[in-house]
């Protein structure tokens, strides 16, 4: 037989992880006299740890006589899955300076993605004053190493706790 192979771009899945099928590399692969009997790649599963990464995989068909041939391509693994953005309501007591600040964990309620190495949290507001007493609508954005991301938002409800002083 000729194997002829393709380079073939895989996505990983929710679980963080992908599959190859070797007829997915196949890219043509014959056998004038017996007809093809099997195709296998020598690997077949990946997962986040190969994100980003060309892998060379080799792709071995296999004639109804028993003879076989090779090639060898490239797989890219790509993570096109975006992160589950989770938010929770809080409140926040200005301090005596009149000044409350939040940091993304604060917000953040468990946000999860397939591939959990890199994610990073950041806020569309942090600091708080007393013109912002009540209730404030916060962004949460969640993003993952392959810069995927997603949002949520929360309500940040900012109190004045601090009694005034006479001077």
Do not use: H, W
Not at 97 to 122: V, W, Y
Not at 143 to 161: E, F, H, K, P
């Amino acid at each position: 037989p000729v194997a002829i192979c393709q380079p073939v771009i895989l996505a990983l899945d929710a679980n963080g992880s992908a599959f190859l099928n070797a007829t997915d590399m196949d890219a043509g692969s014959f056998d004038t006299e017996s007809g093809i009997a099997s195709y296998s790649v020598d690997i077949n599963t990946f997962s986040c740890s190969d994100e980003g990464q060309l892998i060379p995989v080799t792709l071995t068909v296999t004639d109804n006589a028993g003879n076989s041939s090779s090639c060898t391509d490239f797989i890219l693994i790509q993570d096109q899955q975006m992160p589950t953005a989770s938010c929770r309501n809080i409140t926040v007591a200005l301090n005596a300076n009149g000044e409350a600040t939040i940091t993304p964990a604060d917000i953040d309620n468990g946000s999860t993605d397939n591939c959990p190495s890199g994610l990073s949290l950041s806020l569309s507001n942090d600091r708080f004053d007393c013109s912002m007493i009540g209730t404030q609508t916060v962004t949460l954005t969640v993003t993952d190493g392959s810069l995927n991301s997603s949002v949520c938002s929360a309500n940040v409800t900012v109190v004045d706790n601090t009694p005034p002083q006479i001077t």
